[in-house]
């Protein structure tokens, strides 16, 4: 055989084993995005999803809804909802727990939600449709045509850690929420969540 055969034939036998080796090195595969799955100690985006659908299940549910609507001509109540802050030592995406809240209202349909992230953007393009001159009068948006919000929804996120020389590891998550009427600065409703992780420690630690 050629000395240049020999040299193709090495690295075709080379590339071939580093393709062997890179497609057994991954593994993966889709999985339902609404299972609940534990693989650390950390808040994920299941605490966030099932936080949000049991507070805002109670929320719709309490008298303060009611009385809105019967004092409003039934008119369902315009809500916003401010970002959720952060007491943990973790760094957490709370943009993410406001999302589904928001989500958790908006399906709900019994309440209205105003876009308080997305207030500085729409001004910019209300006054690009009214001001610039470069849009329509009969197409351009009206200023002054926003609802106000009546309500605020406020809330934090806090944790408590404990563990013992067994191994043994609790993680607490309390997520608080409350809602407060603007005109009256009453705090119309209020509650607590709390999830608990337990974690054994391996021989390699935590």
């Not at 050629?2 to 090195?25: D, T």
């Not at 910019?124 to 009546?150: D, F």
């Amino acid at each position: 055989m050629k000395k240049s055969n020999i040299i193709k034939a090495l690295f075709f036998l080379v590339g071939f084993l580093f393709l062997g080796a890179c497609s057994e090195s991954f593994v993966g595969e889709y999985s339902d995005p609404k299972a609940v799955e534990i693989v650390d100690d950390r808040w994920n985006e299941t605490d966030a999803r099932k936080s949000a659908e049991v507070l805002i299940n109670s929320m719709l549910s309490k008298p303060w809804l009611n009385e809105h609507l019967r004092g409003h001509e039934g008119k369902r109540p315009m809500v916003v909802v401010d970002t959720i802050e952060n007491r943990t030592d973790e760094h957490i995406d709370t943009k993410a727990i406001g999302e589904a809240i928001r989500d958790e209202i908006l399906n709900s349909g019994q309440v209205r939600f105003a876009d308080l992230e997305g207030r500085e953007k729409i001004l910019k393009e209300m006054k690009y449709q009214n001001k610039s001159g470069m849009v329509s009068a009969n197409t351009a948006q009206q200023l002054g045509k926003q609802i106000g919000a009546q309500f605020m929804l406020t809330g934090n996120l806090s944790s408590s850690v404990h563990s013992n020389d067994s191994g043994l590891k609790t993680v607490t998550y309390q997520i608080v929420l409350k809602l407060t009427n603007f005109e009256s600065a009453e705090i119309v409703w209020s509650q607590k969540y709390d999830i608990k992780k337990r974690f054994k420690r391996s021989s390699l630690g935590w």
